[in-house]
């Protein structure tokens, strides 16, 4: 069946500019996952989506950031005013099941503030 | 505050067994997860370890002590293909999953 999907896979932007990064999960999955991720690092996490609720948001870095997930499926991860400090992989991840246990990762958007 | 640590590098022998240790220090605890990850890849889920002791999927063993705060993922019978980044996670006392830096292993022929 069809994985986790990201689009677009590489966006370069200019500084000032917003940005809305798309995620797909997998059919059927409750929770979704925004992650940001440095090149040699681990996932570093961003919000968690329960169904449409936004349940934890503790991980967004400033106001520039919001997420959605308006009827429980696709997810958007706006950046606003970009900065070049906001160049990273940003990946989301779903799960079938509320506790997250076993996370399904889309390949990654690219981002690339100039 | 939030850690997970595991050593940076780990060097095998194809064939030979390797194991990469965990050790969290969290707010919460529900489980300790372990990922794996290629070069210009996405991570991949390995395993999962709610309660103390070992699971085993094949080549591939995950333990957890809880009291230790402590897990370890055990690949046996190493293979090149195995050369990849691993990563463990906590899941904290609520939704929040927390990676480990990660640990990247090469396995040498």
């Known amino acids: 069946g069809a994985g986790v999907s990201q689009s677009p896979r590489y966006k370069v932007t200019k500084r000032g500019q917003d940005v809305a990064l798309r995620c797909d999960p997998i059919?059927?999955?409750?929770?979704l996952y925004w992650y940001r991720q440095a090149l040699g690092q681990g996932p570093e996490f961003l919000t968690y989506f329960n169904y449409e609720a936004q349940q934890d948001k503790s991980g967004l870095p400033n106001d520039r950031f919001s997420a959605e997930r308006p009827e429980g499926s696709i997810s958007t991860l706006t950046i606003q005013r970009t900065e070049q400090r906001d160049s990273a992989m940003y990946r989301c991840a779903s799960s079938l099941m509320r506790t997250g246990d076993e996370q399904y990762f889309g390949p990654g958007t690219r981002l690339t503030v100039t | 505050g939030q850690s997970l640590e595991q050593p940076s590098e780990v060097t095998a022998v194809e064939g030979a067994i390797v194991q990469i240790n965990c050790t969290y220090q969290t707010s919460g605890f529900y489980g300790l997860s372990w990922y794996q990850q290629h070069d210009g890849g996405a991570p991949t889920f390995l395993s999962y370890?709610?309660?103390?002791g070992l699971e085993e999927t094949g080549r591939f063993s995950s333990f957890l002590s809880r009291s230790d705060s402590y897990g370890y993922l055990l690949l046996q019978e190493l293979q090149m293909k195995d050369s990849a980044s691993y990563f463990c996670a906590v899941r904290d006392g609520g939704f929040k999953t927390i990676f480990g830096a990660g640990t990247r292993l090469f396995v040498k022929a």
């Open positions: 059919s059927g999955h409750v929770s």
């Open positions: 370890n709610a309660l103390d």
